[in-house]
């Protein structure tokens, strides 16, 4: 695509249940990074990917947060058992360059 | 492994200057920098590869010193469109880390 596309734009969710973020990264980039943003804050780290392989997943804040990424493509990010700290924005970036999508907001009442 | 960037916010009159630094404990291989408006997503500025490097973009412009391990950008003759917050990205073999920021308010 044109750009890094992310859906949904906007996600509430009742407290404790699972959701699944996703990200469709500029086609043909190999790198593919997920970052966390709490309103007013900076951009944290949470998993990137060199195609389909996660070399550092130390960023994931618990181990109720998963990610995955298949053909070297869309990459899914999946909260299990959502909790309120987990609202922010969720930020997608394809390549070394980091162009970032648009973003998930994330609310969890 | 993040970067630290300073200062942690700025307020500027239109036409001032302003330096945000960017510095890591980590050999650093390249630096990136942002700029996040309210509400959007950061968009790229600029990347940096080698020590010693220097790029501008309009009238923004950064340095790379390779062995000092930092980066700064430089905002001359500031603008209004210049607000937001800016970060710093260092990469270590393509593991990408942003500093906290560095919010710019540029005034009339």
């Known amino acids: 695509g044109a750009g890094v596309s992310q859906s949904p734009s906007n996600k509430v969710t009742e407290k404790g249940k699972d959701v699944e973020l996703r990200c469709d990264p500029i086609s043909g980039h190999t790198a593919l990074y997920w970052y966390r943003q709490s309103l007013g804050q900076g951009l944290e780290f949470l998993i990137y990917f060199q195609g389909n392989s996660a070399p550092d997943k130390s960023g994931l804040p618990s181990d109720r947060f998963s990610a995955e990424r298949t053909g070297g493509s869309v990459s899914t990010l999946t909260i299990q058992r959502t909790q309120q700290e987990d609202s922010a924005v969720y930020l997608c970036a394809s390549s070394l360059i980091a162009f970032f999508g648009q973003g998930t907001r994330l609310t969890v009442v | 492994q993040q970067p630290v960037q300073s200062p942690q916010a700025v307020i500027l009159r239109e036409g001032e200057d302003a330096v945000i630094n960017c510095s890591s404990s980590?050999?650093?291989?390249?630096v990136h920098w942002y700029r996040q408006k309210h509400g959007e997503a950061p968009v790229f500025l600029m990347i940096l590869l080698k020590g010693g490097e220097q790029k501008g973009h309009e009238k923004i412009s950064a340095s790379f010193n390779e062995k000092k391990q930092q980066s700064s950008l430089y905002l001359t003759a500031s603008q209004l469109s210049y607000s937001g917050t800016y970060f710093c990205?260092?990469?270590?073999?393509?593991?990408?880390?942003f500093g906290a920021g560095t919010r710019l308010t540029v005034k009339p």
């Open positions: 990205g260092t990469a270590h073999n393509n593991d990408m880390r």
């Open positions: 980590k050999a650093l291989y390249s």
